[in-house]
């Protein structure tokens, strides 16, 4: 299967794996899954650290690399798909996730539990 996940869960699986549900824990940890983090999770990590707000050492891709996971990048319909969904979150990285979870049929994994409004798969990340 295939699953998305949320800047916040690849820094918990990275630094604080507890956090996660153990459900969520064995799911990322199951190799017959692909786990995805979209570049923008890159790009957000990399903006957060930048600015002060987030403390996250070393390349992110690499990163990402060592955990197993794979990068998606983004795509042009991703971008107008994220730009067209309905601002019920305003957070830009969020409605990306959104965006590409849905046009790819993924399980966005995540804990914020307000973009269940935008009808794309999910999974509680707690």
């Known amino acids: 299967m295939n699953y998305l996940i949320d800047t916040h869960v690849l820094i918990w699986w990275d630094l604080e794996r ?18 995805w983090v979209s570049v923008a999770t890159v790009w957000e990590i990399a903006i957060k650290r930048g600015v002060g707000r987030l403390e996250f050492d070393g390349s992110i891709r ?21 730009g067209a969904l309905p601002l019920h979150h305003g957070d830009p990285f969020d409605r990306m996730l959104v965006a590409q979870a849905d046009r790819r049929g993924m399980v966005l994994v995540t804990a914020d539990r307000v973009l269940a409004v935008y009808g794309v798969a999910m999974l509680s990340a707690r």
């Open 18 to 35: 507890s956090t996660l549900s153990p459900a969520v824990a064995a799911i990322l940890s199951d190799a017959r899954n692909t786990i």
């Open 62 to 82: 690499e990163r990402v690399d060592a955990n197993g996971f794979a990068l998606l990048p983004i795509e042009a319909a991703d971008a107008e798909a994220a």
